[in-house]
């Protein structure tokens, strides 16, 4: 007979003044390279979460378990947002297992990007020093963008290809490139980006922008973030620079 090998996970729905309450659900799920397989059980009670998963055998990769029993329950919560025209929010934030592993109390960062502005020599000054003005409105919308690419993780490649394209905006409006094929030229050029690296976002977007569904690996959510936060360094700098080439 097969072991079944359980996780229990502990969160909260946002704003907890909401109190919001859902009978247990369940929901049987499968990533796409298949290291989590079997159910999620989950309820609500006064906006504390516990949802368990239960599969045959060990999770590889508890992050990316995390992030499909997060996607699970968000679609119930937009449910009930839905019927109620309220916006909620998740926060997983503790994991037990069945096996005696330590439990895991879950950062609220991403591990993978987590320095990258500091590598690329962005500091919270040179970001805000660039809202000074109407250009400015360009890189807000994008961090705007990034900031749901790290909320919801199963949108991550929609939420930063469009984090990109709002800088993309910005060549074609304030540097007058003469339509969207010219300001993606202009893009690339001016902030020394590679075109395979755009196209690898784009990859992980485009499902979810035409109305299909995606899905995402830890591993590969990683990677979105890596290129993705080069491409907006690369941006902030050249901003910093009067909007020329470093």
Not at 195 to 218: L, M, N, Q, V, Y
């Amino acid at each position: 007979m097969m072991s079944t090998v359980q996780y229990t996970f502990f969160g909260k729905v946002y704003p907890e003044r909401c109190n919001v309450s859902i009978t247990e659900l369940r929901a049987q799920v499968k990533s796409l390279d298949g290291d989590v397989d079997g159910v999620v059980r989950y309820s609500i009670s006064l906006s504390q979460v516990t949802a368990t998963f239960a599969g045959g055998r060990p999770v590889q990769n508890i992050y990316t378990l995390k992030n499909t029993v997060e996607d699970v329950i968000r679609v119930a919560l937009d449910a009930l947002g839905y019927t109620l025209a309220c916006g909620y929010d998740l926060e997983i934030i503790q994991m037990i297992d069945s096996v005696e592993n330590p439990p895991v109390v879950f950062g609220v960062g991403v591990p993978a990007i987590e320095n990258s502005a500091a590598r690329g020599g962005v500091k919270f000054e040179n970001i805000v020093s660039i809202f000074g003005d109407r250009k400015g409105q360009y890189l807000q919308r994008c961090l705007a963008d990034l900031r749901e690419a790290i909320r919801v993780p199963k949108d991550t490649g929609f939420f930063c290809y469009r984090g990109i394209e709002s800088l993309r905006q910005f060549f074609l409006q304030e540097m007058k490139a003469k339509d969207d094929k010219a300001s993606w030229e202009l893009l690339r050029s001016e902030l020394a980006v590679g075109r395979e690296e755009i196209e690898t976002i784009k990859g992980f977007a485009d499902p979810i922008r035409h109305g299909g569904s995606g899905g995402i690996s830890d591993s590969e959510r990683a990677n979105v973030f890596t290129l993705t936060w080069n491409i907006v360094n690369k941006f902030i700098t050249y901003a910093n620079a009067g909007y020329q080439k470093v």
